[in-house]
């Protein structure tokens, strides 16, 4: 393949400049089992030489173990990444089903020194409020944000998984450069509300699990026979049970248009994905997830992948169908407080 860099888009009105497409890191460190080290790497230093720029972590990812192995990585190139973590979520020690969520500038202020630590920098590039607790006014919230730039700490505010009140609500308070949402073939809910109000806000997009956690690749059918311990995505409904035989059904579209154009499963998924940026109007940032080199150039591929009408339409009913929720509680998505 050519080693053209990928374009560039501003994340928000006044946010950073990144390639169209950014790399999720949490799989380095946490979640879909186990990882190698140096394979992830070598991924790494690939995404950046490909124009990848955006490098999304969490301190809950691993309980900090994420943002202490990119730390070498974020050094090493300091002045051409764009470093972005998040605050709020984390999981208890003694229930790994369990999330606790905290928004309390207390907690915002300990969590941004956590991670300013493990991370082995001086300021972080762009910080999210990971989820939202609904007992901390959102005001409250990103105005402790907002002192954390004016401070030095931080450069640009993002937010995950919010509403669209929410987003506006943030708005008024701090320029907001980017909202994270699952975005994907699989899921759409935050389509009809939360898209429109970043449009208007001029507010960019990061899909997080554009390739629906691996799903969308035909990678595995069903989580809990065909994934290791330990691994979440064997607690999400729809990657179990009979939900995802019918989920595995609804890829027989998108093997049809992959196969037409000599493409990978996932190289569709994905176009699908950097399209929404011309179909809603907004900059869109999807940062699919992987820790082989080989990977992320077949998914830096897909960014000079334009889908034809025929083909949107051909993939257009797919969300709609798709059995089971994106977690087993909804309530810390956007989607179950719309």
Not at 152 to 169: F, N
Not at 210 to 227: E, M, N, S
Request: one cysteine or more.
């Amino acid at each position: 393949m050519t080693d053209s860099r990928i374009p560039t888009v501003r994340l928000g009105e006044d946010g950073p400049q990144v390639g169209v497409q950014g790399l999720g890191c949490m799989g380095m460190s946490f979640g879909y089992g186990p990882a190698d080290a140096e394979a992830s790497r070598a991924t790494l230093e690939r995404a950046l030489e490909l124009g990848v720029t955006l490098y999304d972590t969490a301190d809950m990812y691993g309980s900090g173990d994420n943002e202490r192995f990119l730390a070498p990585f974020f050094k090493a190139h300091r002045d051409e990444v764009v470093l972005a973590t998040k605050f709020a979520l984390s999981i208890p020690p003694d229930d790994p089903t369990k999330r606790i969520i905290r928004n309390d500038p207390p907690y915002i202020r300990q969590a941004v020194e956590a991670s300013l630590k493990r991370l082995e920098v001086d300021v972080i590039d762009l910080y999210y409020m990971h989820r939202r607790d609904v007992n901390v006014p959102i005001e409250e919230t990103v105005g402790t944000m907002a002192e954390l730039v004016r401070e030095g700490k931080v450069k640009h505010l993002g937010l995950s998984e919010v509403t669209a009140d929410e987003l506006r609500a943030a708005q008024a308070v701090h320029p907001i450069a980017a909202v994270q949402s699952e975005w994907s073939l699989f899921s759409r809910d935050i389509e009809p509300k939360v898209v429109p109000a970043a449009r208007e806000l001029g507010v960019a997009l990061v899909p997080y699990s554009p390739l629906g956690r691996g799903f969308l690749t035909g990678g595995f059918v069903r989580a809990d026979q065909d994934l290791t311990e330990g691994d979440t995505r064997r607690m999400m409904p729809r990657f179990t049970g009979d939900n995802a035989a019918a989920n595995a059904a609804l890829l027989e579209p998108v093997r049809a248009v992959a196969k037409a154009r000599g493409a990978s499963l996932g190289q569709i998924a994905l176009a699908w994905v950097q399209q929404r940026a011309a179909v809603h109007g907004l900059p869109v940032v999807p940062i699919p997830g992987t820790r082989r080199p080989g990977r992320v150039e077949e998914n830096v591929a897909a960014t000079r992948i334009t889908l034809s009408e025929e083909e949107l339409a051909l993939l257009e009913p797919i969300a709609g169908q798709v059995a089971g929720g994106r977690y087993a509680d909804m309530s810390f998505a956007s989607a179950g407080r719309e």
